[in-house]
């Protein structure tokens, strides 16, 4: 999907731990435990204004269509 100006692109790990936690199929959703050991998670465990920051971008491209 083309990302409006002014935007810069999700980081493409976000985007892979969005995928795997919004499958419509439950089968194919990831658990929580592991989405937990999801390398966006993983490498943003110590850094909560990060991930913050990244899920506020998202809210504010939903809420902008």
Sequence with gaps: APV???I???PKELLDFL????KREANLR???EKL??????QNNAHSESSI???LLKIR???LSK
């Design 4 to 6: 409006p100006s002014g």
């Design 8 to 10: 810069e692109p999700l």
């Design 30 to 32: 990831w658990s929580a």
């Design 19 to 22: 995928e795997k936690c919004l």
């Design 36 to 41: 937990q050991q999801h390398p966006f998670i």
């Design 60 to 62: 504010s491209l939903v």
């Design 52 to 54: 913050a920051g990244e």
